[in-house]
């Protein structure tokens, strides 16, 4: 009989921690003991505080270790498992010197008090590998309740009354996406459900395939019962092959419990799911992209309208939802559209996943009710800025996202807003920097990216990110002009006002957002040739102090390329124009003389 | 699947399994299973209150865990019951069948069985 449940996370992050392994050694230190018939592990997807994995977390007495090691497993087993005592170095303690019995229960720390997990429900919670433990948790019975006892036209009136918007980026109400597909009559309808997730730092949508891949694939099957169509797919990235392994093996399991395929529950209802592999292409994540790319063509975004829902893949009515959009509708259907709508502000209902990641010490997953504000997602969930540095600014949607400073921070994180000052939602991806970071060096950053990802179909985008960037390239390196300036920003109207899909419509906002809230930044690097954070390597002076230079000349010697100059027991000097900025003077001087302006 | 009984079926099967993860519930039964706990006989006795807990479907209202050694070694096997603010019953030297009666009597039947408690061996 079993009588304790292990819980390890089996998401990406703590797997490459070596999870895995921990979890292989656990079963075998479990059967040494003789436990193998009381106590189950159970490899779940990701709890969410991804800075300390590995995690595990022990049922009934919901012990939450971090930080775990292979080398900790005896302990754990020796001491815990069979004699019933907490490992108390591994216990995780969010404020450093807590007693053990101070120690908050997981649901009641800082990082996990205010959040409400909705499109996460599960992850974290059940073994992803296992269909029986999905529908412990209520799992089809909102596509049961769908077959049985709605039309499809009720369910597109559940979902547009409970507001729910699209959580790829663009925010499109889905319930009137999936009227328009609704409407078409065809004889073949898809529904397609877009995991290419693309942005640096975001991870969403792959900790919900890898946590809970069943709730997608219920979502879609409701999504076809409520557009007329018999068959999903889903278009994710080669690069995530957890997600993938479990995504395929959800779907093989779904299948043979007959809650895909044909007549399912005795409805007549048919409707089955395909995977489609993405070779990584940023641009793949743009709907008529991604379409053109299961279509087995070059991914290339196409011209709206025609819209998906009127002619999509293959030319037939289709609709294109995000992962996490898909992960919300078991409970809509079940919970009902008030339930929904009764979180989240006017603007935006519903909860919203962010991928926490940068200089914050709470790296990881959260999910909290729209309007929240981001300094509560910053400082209060994600714990602040580690090394006692200064918060500077946080990039929201990626690179086609903005960057909000600091006197933006108590804004209430919704849609609207964040499009109003000159960010975006995007996925989810939030990058948080401190005041190490340049902003222009930022933002050259993203543009890089996307001159590399810009598939080249339309000249705004492939040429002009391309001159985006030199202009960037040439401020970083100190050749700029205050005119660059108004250059970069003219450039970028134009390429948001004529790139063919959003790529190309929203690479420019992260020079956009820098300039308009960094702009001291900019001018330092073009008037004064200095980068105020110390990281553009152009602008940077090695520069010895005389009053603190005792001359010992240790620097001189060590110098390379003979740029330090002086007499012994004078303090010395450094040759600006042939200093190659290597930093070994820096490192040799004992006196702390040498200092980078 | 060809009927929503069958998938009714399973959920309830399962969640019997999975309400372990939901934390603690009101009636947490501890075990002593320190090195003395486990020489004096404390694993068939934790084994017995699983079973029989599951079996009667008390899951939702009974979290059976272990406990450390609480100082009274030559008690062991020492099973306690902590309910709300009741206080809390600690029963010594309990074997499988003690266990079983404490499930029935006390667990389902509210009542604690005087005689298996400490307050008895020390009279």
């Known amino acids: 009989m079993i009588r304790s449940h292990v819980l390890i996370c089996g998401g990406t992050g703590c797997t490459s921690g070596g999870s895995q392994a921990i979890g292989e050694k656990l079963q075998r230190e479990i059967d040494r003991l003789g436990l193998t018939d009381e106590i189950k592990i159970v490899r779940t997807g990701c709890?969410?505080?991804?800075?300390?994995?590995?995690?595990?977390?022990?049922?009934?007495?919901?012990?939450?270790?971090?930080?775990?090691?292979?080398?900790?497993?005896?302990?754990?087993?020796?001491?815990?498992?069979?004699?019933g005592r907490v490992v108390e170095r591994l216990v995780y303690k969010e404020a450093e010197g807590?007693?053990?019995?101070?120690?908050?229960?997981?649901?009641?720390?800082?990082?996990?008090?205010?959040?409400?997990?909705?499109?996460?429900?599960?992850?974290?919670?059940?073994?992803?590998?296992n269909i029986e433990e999905y529908i412990a948790m209520d799992g089809y019975q909102a596509l049961g309740k769908v077959l049985t006892e709605m039309t499809p036209q009720e369910v597109i009136d559940v979902m547009k009354k409970s507001g729910l918007r699209g959580r790829g980026g663009a925010g499109f109400p889905t319930g009137t996406k999936w009227q328009f597909a609704a409407a078409n009559t065809a004889d073949q309808k898809y529904v397609v459900c877009n995991a290419d997730e693309g942005d640096p730092g975001a991870f969403m949508d792959r900790s919900v395939l890898e946590g809970d891949p069943h709730a997608v694939l219920e979502a879609m099957a409701i999504a076809g019962y409520a557009i007329g169509a018999s068959k999903g797919y889903i278009y994710v990235r080669a690069e995530y092959p957890i997600a993938v392994h479990r995504l395929?093996?959800?779907?093989?399991?779904?299948r043979?419990?007959?809650?895909?395929?044909?007549?399912?529950?005795?409805?007549?209802?048919?409707?089955?799911?395909?995977?489609?592999?993405?070779?990584?292409?940023?641009?793949?994540?743009?709907?008529?992209?991604?379409?053109?790319?299961?279509?087995?063509?070059?991914?290339?975004?196409?011209?709206?309208?025609?819209?998906?829902?009127?002619?999509?893949?293959?030319?037939?009515p289709t609709i294109i939802n995000n992962v996490e959009t898909l992960a919300n509708i078991p409970q809509i259907i079940l919970k009902g559209a008030d339930w929904?709508?009764?979180?989240?502000?006017?603007?935006?209902?519903?909860?919203?996943?962010?991928?926490?990641?940068?200089?914050?010490?709470?790296?990881?997953?959260?999910?909290?009710?729209?309007?929240?504000?981001?300094?509560?997602?910053?400082?209060?969930?994600?714990?602040?800025?580690?090394?006692?540095?200064?918060?500077?600014?946080?990039?929201?949607?990626?690179?086609?996202?903005?960057?909000?400073?600091?006197?933006?921070?108590?804004?209430?994180?919704?849609?609207?807003?964040?499009?109003?000052?000159?960010?975006?939602?995007?996925?989810?991806?939030?990058?948080?920097?401190?005041?190490?970071?340049?902003?222009?060096?930022?933002?050259?950053?993203?543009?890089?990216?996307?001159?590399?990802?810009?598939?080249?179909?339309?000249?705004?985008?492939?040429?002009?990110?391309?001159?985006?960037?030199?202009?960037?390239?040439?401020?970083?390196?100190?050749n700029g002009t205050l005119e660059d300036l108004d250059k970069l920003e003219e450039l970028c109207k134009y390429i948001k006002a004529n790139s063919l899909c959003a790529l190309g419509q929203t690479a420019p906002n992260p020079v956009l957002s820098t300039l308009k809230y960094f702009r001291d930044e900019y001018e330092a690097h073009v008037v004064e040739k200095r980068c105020p954070a110390g990281v553009c390597k152009n602008l940077m002076r090695y520069y010895i102090q005389p009053d603190v230079c005792r001359g010992c000349t240790a620097c001189a010697r060590k110098c390379p390329v003979g740029a330090i100059s002086g007499k012994v027991k004078e303090p010395h000097v450094i040759d600006t124009t042939k200093c190659i900025k290597c930093g070994a003077c820096i490192e040799t001087c004992k006196f702390n003389a040498i200092v980078k302006k | 699947m060809k009927s929503l009984e069958e998938l009714a079926k399973i959920r309830e099967r399962m969640q019997n399994k999975v309400v372990l993860r939901e934390g603690q519930a009101n009636i947490r039964v501890a075990v002593g299973m320190a090195t003395c706990g486990i020489a004096a006989g404390a694993r068939p006795v934790l084994n017995t209150l699983v079973e029989e807990v599951a079996k009667r479907n008390l899951n939702d209202k009974v979290t059976v865990t272990q406990t450390g050694c609480i100082g009274m070694c030559r008690f062991e096997p020492i099973v306690e019951v902590f309910e709300g603010d009741k206080e809390r019953v600690t029963y010594i030297k309990v074997t499988p069948e003690k266990a079983k009666e404490i499930v029935e009597k006390h667990l389902v039947g509210g009542n604690p069985i005087a005689e298996y408690t400490i307050g008895a061996a020390e009279n």
């Open chain 1, 47 to 83: 709890f969410g505080l991804c800075a300390n994995g590995p995690v595990m977390i022990v049922y009934p007495e919901g012990t939450f270790y971090s930080h775990v090691k292979v080398e900790d497993v005896t302990d754990i087993a020796e001491e815990h498992l069979l004699k």
């Open chain 1, 98 to 129: 807590l007693k053990l019995e101070d120690v908050p229960a997981l649901g009641e720390t800082n990082f996990y008090k205010t959040q409400l997990r909705v499109a996460l429900r599960n992850c974290g919670v059940i073994d992803p590998e």
């Open chain 1, 248 to 254: 395929e093996v959800a779907i093989g399991q779904a």
């Open chain 1, 256 to 316: 043979e419990y007959g809650l895909l395929g044909e007549d399912i529950f005795g409805t007549g209802f048919n409707f089955d799911i395909d995977v489609r592999l993405g070779a990584g292409a940023f641009v793949c994540g743009e709907e008529t992209a991604l379409l053109t790319s299961i279509e087995g063509n070059r991914g290339e975004p196409r011209n709206k309208p025609p819209f998906p829902a009127n002619k999509g893949l293959f030319a037939k």
């Open chain 1, 340 to 478: 929904f709508a009764s979180m989240g502000t006017e603007d935006s209902r519903g909860t919203k996943v962010f991928a926490l990641g940068g200089a914050i010490n709470n790296t990881g997953l959260v999910e909290i009710p729209l309007g929240t504000t981001l300094r509560h997602i910053i400082y209060d969930i994600g714990g602040g800025i580690p090394n006692g540095r200064k918060f500077k600014a946080v990039q929201t949607g990626g690179p086609s996202g903005g960057c909000i400073p600091a006197s933006l921070l108590d804004t209430p994180i919704d849609y609207g807003n964040l499009t109003r000052i000159g960010a975006m939602m995007g996925s989810g991806g939030m990058i948080v920097t401190d005041d190490s970071t340049c902003m222009v060096d930022f933002a050259r950053f993203f543009l890089d990216f996307t001159v590399d990802e810009s598939c080249g179909k339309c000249t705004p985008c492939r040429i002009g990110t391309r001159r985006l960037l030199e202009l960037l390239n040439k401020i970083t390196e100190g």
